[in-house]
């Protein structure tokens, strides 16, 4: 999960007010039913070397002893979260990042059994992990699949070498490979190749031969994301050659040949950026109008609550968004306080959680009741969509054309009470 605006995919980065707290993110948290299932998500945000086109929240370190700490620091909040929390059955969790693959399996292991002792993990949990290939040995495999990985998400983004060398991530074909054969041999078997469009010196050409090496890999799920070129917030993204980056209508057929190319190779697109076998989970869910979406992307079963651990983590609550702290030095000090490292977040109205819903439903491309005295705006500002066919308003229902879904957003956008015009403009520049 990302902490800057998701870079294709997320139609509404929550627009924070300052207006929750520690204090009030507690009462908020303590709000959450027994029964309420939960999602939890943890940042780990350290790398070994930088990636140039990166726009996550990351920092390079070189020896371990930060990470260490932070792993401390990261038990601290789960046993404070664990406390203040009215719900903890577990079904979801996700370690993301940076490169939570850093983490040494002793430590990871360590981590996990506190978890388990501060939450009740579900046996049939689905416990993701994203993995940089470069980061990875046979040991911690063992470690994840000991304790109870079951999803992997490897960052590939192209296998052509001047693409690599401009973007400074040097991996082979047979290192991915070889990390996937690993995986399987540890019997976690649901794999994710995550790939980037829009990266310099791509082609069309270099496109498909990175989509033919991906489907020799034979992943369940792919991720596609449009490159998004932001050096006015990643400073380090002025290292990419922009004269060599493709301009908008060669990512748009980018984006179109590889849309074709993977639907044509057996893939289901799913909302605006996945592709996934016919017998995934998510194809299923999507074929039977039952897709869901949250900060983590699409998913079968959307959870009552999602609570984000380490610095810049977001956290979804029914009636609130809260953010923790992005600096690494508040949130250290904040952890040793005894305090939740929360920085921000924003309570909902009534009206953005029902506008929250139907934007959910119109990214999962759901058939949407949407009333028409209520929002009488947003549907008049539809025309023109509602005109090129990309959704259709009846008996008081959306209904999204599935072959328009990269257009969603589009649609969502409109009942967007917070997102500016430039800053859709910014998010659409995939
Ligand atoms: C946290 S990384 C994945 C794990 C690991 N750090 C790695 O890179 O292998 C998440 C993914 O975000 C995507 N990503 C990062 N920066 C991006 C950007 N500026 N534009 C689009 N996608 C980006 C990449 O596909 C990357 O694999
Ligand atoms: S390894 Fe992943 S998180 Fe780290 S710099 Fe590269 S893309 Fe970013």
Not at 69 to 84: F, R, S
Not at 94 to 112: A, R
Not at 159 to 176: C, E, G, P, T
């Amino acid at each position: 999960m990302e902490q800057i605006p998701r870079y294709t995919s997320y139609p509404t980065a929550p627009n924070f007010h300052e207006n929750v707290d520690g204090n009030l993110s507690q009462n908020l948290t303590s709000q959450l039913q027994s029964k309420d299932i939960l999602s939890l998500y943890f940042h780990i945000p350290f790398c070994r070397q930088l990636c140039w086109f990166c726009g996550c929240h990351t920092k390079i370190v070189n020896g371990y002893s930060p990470i260490k700490q932070y792993m401390e620091l990261l038990k601290q909040e789960v046993i404070m979260q664990a406390n203040y929390s009215g719900a903890n059955i577990v079904k979801y969790m996700h370690f993301g990042g940076g490169s939570p693959t850093i983490i040494e399996p002793d430590d990871f292991t360590n981590f996990m059994n506190v978890l388990r002792s501060n939450y009740d993990i579900l046996d049939d949990a689905e416990i993701a992990i994203e993995i940089d290939p470069r980061t990875i040995n046979k040991e911690k495999i063992l470690s994840y699949a000991t304790n109870g990985v079951n999803r992997a998400s490897l960052g590939v983004q192209d296998f052509n070498q001047q693409v690599q060398r401009a973007i400074n991530r040097h991996q082979s074909y047979d290192l991915v490979k070889n990390v996937i054969e690993k995986l399987h041999n540890a019997n976690i078997n649901e794999i994710n190749l995550d790939l980037i469009y829009g990266l310099p010196f791509q082609t069309l050409e270099t496109i498909k031969k990175t989509i033919d090496y991906t489907l020799k890999l034979d992943p369940n799920r792919i991720s596609l994301f449009g490159y998004a070129h932001v050096p006015w917030m990643k400073k380090h993204q002025e290292l990419i050659p922009t004269e060599a980056l493709p301009n908008p209508e060669q990512r748009m057929e980018m984006f179109d040949f590889a849309c074709d190319y993977l639907t044509k190779n057996g893939y289901v697109s799913i909302g605006l950026d996945h592709f996934v076998k016919p017998d995934d989970s998510l194809a299923i869910a999507q074929e039977e109008q039952k897709l869901q979406r949250n900060f983590q992307g699409y998913t079968i079963d959307r959870a009552d609550a999602l609570l984000g651990f380490g610095v810049s983590s977001i956290s979804t609550l029914p009636t609130a968004y809260l953010q923790n702290t992005p600096n690494y030095r508040e949130y250290v000090a904040s952890i040793e306080n005894g305090d939740l490292p929360i920085a921000r977040g924003i309570e909902l109205t009534n009206d953005d959680i029902k506008r929250r819903e139907i934007i959910m439903s119109i990214m999962c491309g759901l058939k949407t009741k949407v009333c028409a005295n209520e929002f009488a705006t947003e549907l008049a500002s539809l025309a023109l969509l509602i005109k090129q066919d990309i959704v259709n308003y009846k008996d008081g229902f959306l209904i999204m054309n599935k072959k328009e879904h990269h257009q969603f957003r589009k649609v969502a956008s409109k009942f967007d009470t917070y997102l500016k015009d430039n800053q859709f403009s910014f998010s659409q520049a995939v």
